[in-house]
């Protein structure tokens, strides 16, 4: 008998969501946002707007607001179907600060979801990206001087070498907080032509200098994106996960 999961105890003020557009679709997208209000009364659940924000014209067939919970032992993310029902140019907040916030009017009961686009996607050898990065008014490459470790909607993996050709890499002396112009190609070998090319803005959200002896990882939350190289990114990283699963399915 499927586990019955209550709307007010998860979906609760200051949790972190992500917003998935055509969850059973072949090609879901996710936005992340943060939840302000809860109002079970009403079901509604009012949330902040994601980096590309959801318009009255944003098409999309189905709607699902989703979040991780702990139950028990096991960690899974929760789900409940929505829709926009009013846009907040000035929500204030709990500071006095204003913002823009999206009012969504859910259906329950939530239930278990998966969701393949909203989990971090390693590169592999086929699917790669190529990238450089600011930092301190320098360039720095990958292959060079770091490589992303892994990508989603929401940020990118990077793994620093703490050396380079016995030299300090500058890259392993950079803090939380630093905003980081962030370039990237993304690349199919068995493709011609890459499949995007465009910048992003970045900042550092964690930092551990002590990842291995010779190397750092850095965690890289994207902080703006625009919607045309949102929808070639998770196209990539659709077809990636699709391709890997195939390789797997071979294998085995």
């Given amino acids: 008998m499927p586990m ?53 014209e944003t098409q999309f067939d ?82 060079r001087n770091f490589k992303i470790k892994d990508i989603s909607f929401a940020g990118i993996g990077l793994v620093l070498p703490k050396e380079i050709k016995g030299a300090p890499n500058p890259l392993a002396t950079i803090t939380v907080g630093t905003l980081v112009p962030f370039g990237m190609i993304l690349v199919d070998k068995e493709e011609t032509d890459p499949i995007g090319k465009f910048p992003v803005k970045t900042q550092v959200v964690r930092f551990n200098p002590y990842y291995s002896d010779t190397h750092c990882m850095a965690g890289l939350k994207i902080l703006d994106i625009t919607q045309e190289h949102e929808t070639v990114l998770n196209r990539f990283i659709h077809n990636a996960q699709i391709a890997e699963l195939k390789r797997l399915s071979q294998r085995s």
């Fill in 4 to 56: 019955e999961y209550d709307v007010e105890n998860i979906f609760q003020p200051s949790v972190g969501v992500d917003i998935v557009f055509d969850m059973d679709s072949l090609n879901p997208v996710s936005r992340s946002s943060i939840i302000y209000d809860t109002d079970p009364q009403n079901k509604t659940i009012t949330i902040a707007q994601p980096i590309v924000p959801i318009t009255g």
């Fill in 62 to 143: 189905q709607l699902h607001l989703t979040t991780i919970t702990h139950t028990g032992k096991r960690r899974v993310r929760i789900g409940i179907p929505c829709r926009p029902v009013q846009f907040i140019k000035q929500y204030q907040l709990a500071n006095g600060s204003r913002t823009q916030a999206l009012v969504m009017e859910f259906l329950p009961p939530p239930t278990e979801t998966n969701i393949r686009s909203a989990f971090r996607l390693p590169l592999s050898l086929r699917h790669t990206i190529k990238a450089k990065l600011l930092f301190n008014g320098e360039e720095f490459f990958t292959g």
